[in-house]
């Protein structure tokens, strides 16, 4: 499991995706954005989560830090509709990179993903992402 935090676009996403990817499941923010000029250093847009979610070698990602309360420029709801475009745009399946409403839950079904992670549970795997700016 890969989790986005707050961060702007940076090499280091190829850095954890070659180092620790392939990732089941990623969160991956897509909002709180505009003005680009202001927030680029700190979040990334919706285009820059699809290029994290490559760079990861994220196998699905979910959107998170969007329409829960204005943070930034953007609509509380321009992020998802970015993400689906540019998706749409870059061929890539519903399912690769998806949302949540607000609330919202998803399961993950099917024991080979629970089995592959009690296996891994006495090494040492953590919890991958960053809450920083990439310089």
Request: charged letters at 25%; hydrophobic letters at 40%.
């Amino acid at each position: 499991f890969f989790f986005g935090g707050d961060s702007g676009y940076c090499p280091g996403f190829k850095e954890i995706g070659d180092e620790y990817g392939p990732f089941d499941v990623a969160a991956i923010p897509i909002g709180a954005y505009l003005p680009r000029w202001f927030m680029k250093d700190q979040h990334i847009d919706p285009q820059a989560a699809l290029d994290v979610h490559h760079d990861i070698k994220a196998k699905q990602s979910f959107g998170i830090h969007w329409g829960t309360f204005p943070l930034a420029g953007d609509a509380w709801n321009e992020g998802p509709r970015e993400l689906v475009q540019t998706r749409t745009d870059r061929g890539l399946a519903d399912d690769s990179f998806f949302l949540l409403r607000p609330g919202e839950s998803w399961e993950l079904k099917g024991d080979a993903i629970a089995m592959h992670y009690l296996r891994k549970a006495s090494k040492t795997y953590a919890l991958v992402g960053l809450h920083s700016t990439c310089f």
